[in-house]
């Protein structure tokens, strides 16, 4: 039954001038969002068979098996989008993650180098710059490697709420500024 209601969206989605890849991604990237991430993966993964490169679906599809602790299977799909796309650093960070939490510290310094490298954001450098501190200990227990890795997800959690909120605002200033547009018009020509 499920299968049937696959295929009807898939051609509904065509039909609509949508891909079926981009339809999966955007369903993927929803149930992500609502923390369901065993369904992300699942739809990740049929976005994946149309489109095998597919950057987004394999960045969110790493992420989604990172929040499910599967790193292996985080760190495979993350490597495949870094072939396609090197310097995003949503990649570095969530391989580095991975890293950390496997007790790869070599991989997971080189990673978080790449994404404080890559990163514009002050907050995320300076959080990533002490859990490469951390990583540099001799011996770190498993613990403790999944409270930094936590510590760091959380502040690149809080980071894109806060992006999210100022480009809700910049939307809202912009609708605002159309609305009061049309207004200093009329009054201008009603002189």
């Not at 907050?123 to 890795?149: G, I, K, N």
């Not at 910049?170 to 009054?187: D, F, G, K, V």
Request: aromatic letters at 6%.
């Amino acid at each position: 039954m499920l299968r049937h209601w696959v295929g009807v969206l898939i051609c509904l989605f065509c039909l609509a001038g949508c891909s079926a890849s981009t339809a999966f991604y955007l369903q993927g990237t929803r149930a992500l969002a609502a923390g369901d991430y065993e369904r992300a993966a699942q739809t990740l993964s049929l976005a994946l068979v149309e489109n095998r490169q597919h950057v987004g679906a394999l960045i969110a599809l790493g992420i989604a098996h990172y929040r499910q602790e599967a790193f292996d299977a985080a760190i495979d799909a993350l490597e495949r989008a870094q072939a396609l796309a090197p310097t995003d650093p949503l990649i570095s960070l969530y391989l580095g993650l991975s890293y950390v939490r496997q007790g790869q510290r070599d991989q997971a310094r080189q990673q978080m180098a790449a994404f404080l490298e890559q990163t514009r954001n002050r907050v995320l450098a300076e959080q990533a710059l002490r859990v490469m501190t951390v990583l540099e200990e001799a011996a770190l227990s498993d613990p403790v490697r999944e409270y930094v890795a936590h510590s760091l997800e959380a502040v690149v959690q809080q980071e894109q709420r806060l992006q999210a909120l100022r480009e809700q605002v910049h939307a809202l200033e912009a609708q605002r500024q159309l609305r009061t547009y049309p207004l200093i018009i009329r009054s201008q020509t009603s002189r």
